[in-house]
Nanobody
């Protein structure tokens, strides 16, 4: 079992920054694929960024590339999502997820946090 707890969401003006944290227990993150997803009202949940492997290989969605950065602290078993230059279209509930598959398919992420709301005002 893996337990994930997100924090760091909130309300920010366009152009601002937020850092989301995902604290994990039950499994060592360095051996787990960790993803940040988001879901806006009326839209499907989408992968924003992923980090996996012993080398911390990362993948980032085109919509946030250059603005969002995923990282992890193995000692704290925590994954972060640094979000800069936020836009109103980034408004969504952000979820942390843990997976053990080899793909970025949402179905390969078996464990999910409760989500944290990010609202970007114009």
């Amino acid at each position: 079992q893996v337990q994930l707890v997100e924090s760091g969401g909130g309300l920010v003006q366009a152009g601002g920054s937020l850092r989301l944290s995902c604290a994990a227990s039950g499994r060592t993150l360095s051996r787990t694929a960790m993803g940040w997803f988001r879901q806006a009202p009326g839209k499907e949940r989408e992968l924003v960024a992923d980090i996996r492997g012993s080398g911390g290989r990362t993948a980032t969605a085109d919509s946030v590339k250059g603005r969002f950065t995923i990282s992890r602290d193995n000692a704290k078993n925590t994954v972060y999502l640094q979000m800069n230059s936020l836009k109103p279209e980034d408004t969504a509930v952000y979820y942390c997820a843990a997976g053990f598959g080899s793909s970025y398919n949402i179905n390969d992420y078996a464990y999910w946090g409760q989500g944290t709301q990010v609202t970007v005002s114009s």
